[in-house]
């Protein structure tokens, strides 16, 4: 299986996700917590929760490798766990 590989940098990421951010907000749909997947998505979930002042951010756990490195089916092996909720101060 070929995998293409994006290299992101901290701005790319932040970038990224404030456009992200500014499309949700357009919609004026109003979302009580983010979804992230622990497979490199825990970072802009957590950026998204900022920017659109979503206190709650949940972890999907996934494994898409055996223990020999190669590459399987996807596999959610968590429940949806929250990781923390933004407290205002």
């Not at 701005?11 to 983010?34: H, M, R, S, V």
């Not at 951010?57 to 190669?70: M, V």
């Amino acid at each position: 299986m070929d995998i293409d590989i994006f290299k992101l940098s901290w701005d790319n990421i932040d970038f990224l996700t404030e456009c992200l951010a500014g499309q949700i907000k357009n919609k004026k749909i109003k979302f009580d917590c983010i979804i992230a997947l622990g497979r490199g998505g825990l970072i802009p979930g957590a950026s998204l929760s900022y920017k659109l002042d979503i206190p709650t951010l949940y972890n999907l756990g996934i494994n898409t490798r055996q223990e020999n490195g190669k590459y399987i089916d996807t596999l959610v092996y968590n429940d949806l766990i929250p990781l923390m909720k933004i407290q205002k101060y």
